[in-house]
């Protein structure tokens, strides 16, 4: 069962997920955090994002993906709209990368706007190909700008999977936190940057940052049949 709280201290707000399993984003995970982004917004508040301890989230919804082409296209376009929105939010979205993150979990990462991972026996990347999945232009908008370009093609072609000091080089990861000061550390981090950003300054240069990606995504959207 998906449960997502919310938590307010110090104008940062933790939310986190929990679905008691692999943490995938399901259409109900998407639409909590959404509504917990909601309530962010309204908080003016700085975002951490974190999943449950050992797991981040292994991506998309399993089951949802293999019932069919239009469910599978349907939580895609899901899953591009939150990270859509994530790239628009008015407010520094910090990722508290509490174990694993593969596929749209490591994509959530990519695109956040400060990265904390959790040091130890932990995997990191995409493995769309690995799974018989080809990379939409969208998907490549999303994913490739942030990967430092040296690695985009062991990562995005070649599957490969990282520790989490590999996922620091590799541009998935800030930095890294033991796992009993992994929250800690984001919310100090959090609190450093709601008071030393001008968050309406933030947020117009957050979208000049990236309005390419922004347009070339809604372009896309609204001409392709299938996002996956």
């Not at 019932?67 to 859509?84: C, D, F, Q, W």
């Not at 959530?108 to 932990?122: A, E, V």
């Not at 985009?152 to 999977?161: D, N, P, V, Y």
């Not at 959090?190 to 940052?209: H, P, R």
Request: hydrophobic share 45%; aromatic share 6%; net charge negative.
């Amino acid at each position: 069962m998906t449960n997502v709280t919310y938590a307010l201290h110090n104008q940062v707000a933790t939310i986190t997920f929990d679905d008691g399993k692999v943490n995938s984003f399901s259409m109900e995970m998407v639409q909590q955090l959404n509504k917990a982004l909601d309530q962010a917004e309204k908080d003016e508040a700085v975002v951490i994002l974190a999943g449950k301890t050992g797991m981040f989230s292994a991506g998309f919804h399993l089951p949802t993906m293999m019932e069919g082409i239009e469910s599978r296209n349907t939580l895609a376009k899901t899953g591009v709209s939150l990270v859509m929105r994530m790239i628009q939010f008015p407010l520094p979205i910090i990722s508290a990368c509490t174990g694993h993150a593969m596929a749209l979990g490591a994509v959530i990462l990519l695109n956040s706007d400060y990265r904390i991972g959790t040091k130890g026996d932990f995997k990191i990347g995409l493995n769309e190909v690995q799974i018989g999945l080809a990379f939409s232009d969208i998907f490549t908008d999303l994913i490739e700008w942030r990967l430092n370009p040296i690695h985009r093609q062991r990562s995005m072609l070649l599957a490969e999977i990282l520790s989490p000091e590999k996922a620091v080089e590799f541009g998935y990861l800030d930095e890294l936190a033991d796992a009993e000061g992994l929250l800690q550390q984001a919310q100090l981090k959090g609190e450093q940057l709601a008071k030393t950003l001008d968050m309406n300054a933030f947020a117009k240069s957050k979208i000049s940052l990236h309005r390419t990606i922004i347009a070339n995504i809604e372009e896309q959207l609204a001409s392709c049949e299938h996002v996956l």
